[in-house]
């Protein structure tokens, strides 16, 4: 490999998806996975297959259909390197990544069981037999094996030094320095992949990687420090998604590297032009907004609000700008879509939005299309976007909503009346609340005879004017778990109902998954 090539470990699909109420079914994955191929991340980490069987098959149904080396996460034990091997098994370019825990505070916590050893020291050489072991069963898969040693940035640099050694000699050719607590800052993570450089006798023989969180906000800066001490490997999310604060964003890392090349004489094979599409994809179908000042894909990051800024703009773009919107796909003549534009148009649009979508899928979009241009004219591409995400969400509907009547005013009390229909029957309820939504969401428990704990409503307007469409995100609690619902609709109580029913729908899947109800037993009677 050319000795500045930074290799792009994408791991939205595994990381990303752990962000608090960011679940995403298998067809949203393997759409999100062929963007990431398009964007031409270099490696995509597609899940954690023996944690679910949903995980597994989404793992599988990446390793069949998409182009770039497909990785599946295992801690370091012969099941869970099992089931990644075998969801990978027909990827023509896989990899295993296995991971053990190396700081103390993980040591202890995790395997503070006697049968690791009685103190510490004997728990630390249990662990580098565990990683040893781990890598070389994985080798019997497949020659390319990454290992991470999870809480690298709080672990002991002499002892981080022996697990990665040994890792490398067992057949490691990917070792991953992971701050897994976002804890260190930019020159002490810097230093710490010098000091393993210096210290690893066979470093040689691996590319060091590194993953950063972003519990201090320093994830892409750490990155940058890592990348100046010799890793040639970075591991991020699209929109910096991932557990807590998240990871490394991929797009702020990448157009860190593109716009100071004076500095950082590093490239990557990403193209950038495809950054927009993807942020877009990831925040519709997790239903995790982008705050609006983000940098890169924010709504903000290339708006000029102040006179003094917007006329330095026009004088020339470089007064207040270092990057073009365009270099990042931001398409500043948009294209809008009417109630004239055919089906050709519109596949053609989706695709350009980064959608693959099959044929007979495209007559539901275009169905919901029409109706929509029908309300509000003019259709943008955010509106499409929100048209595919319910488009791909559908095909896991359990349960559907097929009419719904509200009756609300400044002197009445506000009722709803739903019907839903499921494979099995059809649900019909009415029932009052303190507002529109809140009589919606009793008529839905009622139709269901279930209770849900709301945790979070969230409505936004996905484009502008009048006749926008609405979206609502709710967020219902059931027992250790969050499950998020999304519903669209240019009426923003339809949208509720329908986000409520997306967030069953999901809690539904889940059950099914964790086959604590069966594809045959009747849900309604089990949620
Ligand atoms: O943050 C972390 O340490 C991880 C590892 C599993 C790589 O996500
Ligand atoms: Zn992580």
């Keep these: ?63 069949e259909e998409v182009d770039a ?96 050694e040994t890792a490398i000699a067992a057949g490691a050719t990917t070792v991953n320095i992971p701050d897994t607590t976002g804890y260190t800052l930019p020159f002490e993570y810097g230093k710490k992949i010098a000091e393993l450089k210096k210290r690893v006798s066979n470093i040689d023989k691996a590319i060091i990687s590194v993953h950063c969180h972003n519990d201090l906000g320093l994830a892409v800066a750490n990155s940058i420090a890592a990348i100046e001490n010799g890793a040639r490997q970075v ?67 290339f708006a000029h609000e102040s006179g003094i800024h917007q006329d330095g703009v026009l004088k020339s773009r470089e007064t207040y700008e270092i990057m073009t919107p365009e270099s990042v796909g931001i398409n500043t003549n948009k294209i809008v879509l009417g109630r004239h534009s055919g089906r050709h148009g519109l596949k053609v649009r989706l695709e350009q939005l980064g959608y693959k979508i099959k ?15 029908d309300k509000k004219k003019e ?8 048209l595919m ?5 559908k095909r896991d509907e359990t349960y559907e909503l097929t009419y719904l009547q509200i009756h609300a005013g400044t002197n009445s009390i506000p009722n709803a009346v739903v019907r839903i229909k499921t494979n099995e029957r059809v649900f019909e309820e009415a029932a009052t609340g303190d507002g529109p939504v809140d009589a919606v969401f009793n ?27 609405g979206e609502v995100l709710v967020r219902i609690r059931s027992g250790e778990r969050s499950f998020t619902g999304r519903g669209i609709s240019t009426d923003i109580i339809e949208a ?7 967030a069953l729908n999901q809690k539904v899947l889940h059950l099914k998954e964790t086959q604590i109800i069966s594809e045959n037993e009747k849900v309604s009677e089990v949620i």
Excluded: W
């Design 235 to 301: 591991e991020c999310t699209i929109n910096g998604i991932g557990e807590r604060a998240g990871n490394a964003s991929l797009e702020e890392l990448v157009m860190a590297l593109n716009v100071r090349k004076d500095l950082l004489n590093y490239f990557t094979k990403i193209n950038t032009q495809e950054i927009f599409n993807t942020s877009k994809m990831v925040s519709a179908f997790t239903g995790m907004m982008v705050q609006r000042n983000k940098a890169i894909v924010g709504e903000n990051a």
């Design 389 to 393: 995400g319910d488009e791909i969400q």
């Design 69 to 164: 080396i497909i990785a599946g996460l295992s801690r370091a034990s012969e099941k869970d390197i099992k089931a990644a091997a075998d969801a990978l098994v027909s990827a023509p370019r896989k990899r295993i990544h296995t991971f053990s825990s190396t700081s103390d505070y993980h040591i202890l916590g995790k395997f503070g069981h006697p049968r690791y050893g009685a103190t510490l020291e004997e728990k630390r050489k249990t662990i580098i037999q565990m990683s040893h072991d781990a890598v070389a069963y994985a080798k019997t898969f497949t020659d390319d094996v990454e290992f991470s040693a999870e809480d690298a940035g709080r672990t002991d640099i002499g002892y981080l030094a022996e697990v990665i």
């Design 359 to 373: 044929e007979e899928e495209l007559q539901h979009v275009y169905d919901a299309f029409t109706e929509l241009a």
């Design 443 to 469: 008529a839905i428990e009622r139709a269901l005879n279930i209770k849900s704990e709301l945790e979070s409503y969230q409505v936004r307007s996905v484009t502008s004017g009048r006749q926008a469409l």
């Design 496 to 502: 509720s109902a329908k986000s409520y029913l997306s």
């Design 1 to 63: 490999m050319e000795q500045n090539r930074i290799l792009i470990f994408d791991t939205t699909l595994r990381d990303g998806e752990q962000s608090p109420g960011a679940s995403l079914n298998v067809h949203e994955k393997v759409e999100i996975a062929h963007q990431l191929a398009k964007l031409k991340v270099d490696v995509i980490e597609a899940g954690f297959p023996v944690s679910s069987p949903a995980q597994f098959e989404a793992v599988k149904r990446i390793a």
């Design 379 to 386: 259709v943008f591409d955010d509106d499409l976007r929100m």
